[in-house]
């Protein structure tokens, strides 16, 4: 099986060129030829691009700025709820979303996410501790 590395590496050895070869660089690189060549003239895509594109609500760059966004209000001490990401998402796609989309955004992003109302709390822990919780309310205030 060919990792998406190694057409990335064959793809810019291509663009360095300037007469592309595809089948020197497919057998450099031990990538297929066609898939090489489709993939360099734009016919194709990776499966990751082509669920970003085709299936996803954002494509990932969007999402990208969103988390940014997300990460920015936190910082600035207005951690933005579930309800204010949901009408920001709302008013980019201007259509209305999935009720599960929220929290699967969450979930893709839960290492990077600094808001502490859109991180889930594990159900074991819920009853233990909400120091976080405290912690952000007093540095809020």
């Known amino acids: 099986m060919v990792s998406e590395a190694d057409i990335k590496l064959a793809l810019d050895?291509?663009?360095?060129?300037?007469?592309?070869?595809?089948?020197?660089?497919?057998?450099?690189?031990?990538?297929?030829?066609?898939?090489?060549?489709?993939?360099?003239?734009?016919?194709?895509?990776?499966?990751?691009?082509?669920h970003s594109a085709y299936q996803k609500l954002l494509p990932d760059a969007q999402e990208e700025v969103i988390l940014g966004y997300i990460n920015d209000l936190s910082d600035r001490g207005m951690p933005p709820t579930p309800q204010i990401l949901e009408n920001l998402?709302?008013?980019?796609?201007?259509?209305?979303?999935g009720r599960n989309w929220i929290t699967r955004f969450c979930q893709r992003y839960r290492n990077e996410i600094k808001s502490v109302y859109l991180r889930s709390i594990d159900q074991a822990r819920k009853a233990a501790d909400n120091s976080a919780h405290f912690a952000q309310f007093y540095q809020t205030v």
């Open 13 to 50: 050895d291509l663009k360095s060129q300037k007469s592309p070869n595809y089948t020197a660089t497919a057998k450099k690189y031990n990538v297929d030829r066609n898939t090489l060549s489709r993939r360099y003239k734009g016919i194709c895509m990776s499966n990751h691009d082509a």
């Open 89 to 97: 998402v709302i008013e980019i796609v201007k259509q209305p979303i």
